[in-house]
């Protein structure tokens, strides 16, 4: 059961990219190298993961610990793939905190800033023109950009209101 719980960690903490990145260094681990499930029961495990809601790989460990350990071997897989992730962001916030005061720090977080905003820009730029293929696209566009900037409107209303404009004019 320790053995899968390391698995996991392992998993975690050398997979990056999103959960479906994770999968293939999951099944090479479940399936190839311990054995644990076939590779029908991972390729099932992994159908389930994709459809209940919540991040796949959490999911899918989840599912894996349950159906080799039940409820405590869930726990550990569950733990085990998401404590990577938890121990980095605790060192970062804890640096984040201890040099957030620091002018060197802060003169390099504004730069940091404004490089995020150089990367948004350049992905809009680059998908922009798929998502604007017409004028109407652009007016729903500017549409909702000021109606979510004047009035704080919440992006899930935004996203029903060019819905229904787009279905009742587009």
Not at 22 to 28: D, S
Not at 38 to 44: G, I, M, N, P, Q
Request: glycine residues 10%.
């Amino acid at each position: 059961m320790f053995t899968m719980f390391f698995t996991f960690i392992k998993v975690g903490l050398f997979s990056f990219g999103g959960g479906y990145s994770i999968l293939a260094m999951l099944q090479q681990e479940i399936v190839t190298n311990h054995n644990w499930l076939s590779a029908e029961e991972f390729a099932d495990i992994i159908a389930i993961s994709q459809m209940t809601p919540g991040p796949i790989a959490i999911n899918a460990a989840t599912f894996i610990g349950y159906e080799s350990y039940g409820i405590i071997g869930s726990i550990l897989c569950t733990f085990g793939v998401i404590f990577p992730s938890l121990l980095i962001m605790l060192i970062l916030t804890k640096t984040y905190l201890t040099l957030q005061t620091k002018p060197w720090f802060q003169y390099s977080f504004n730069n940091l800033r404004l490089l995020s905003v150089g990367l948004i820009a350049a992905a809009m730029v680059l998908i922009g023109k798929s998502s604007f293929p017409d004028l109407f696209s652009v007016g729903v566009f500017i549409a909702a950009f000021y109606v979510g900037y004047r009035w704080k409107v919440s992006p899930i209303y935004m996203l029903l209101g060019a819905a229904g404009v787009g279905m009742i004019f587009g």
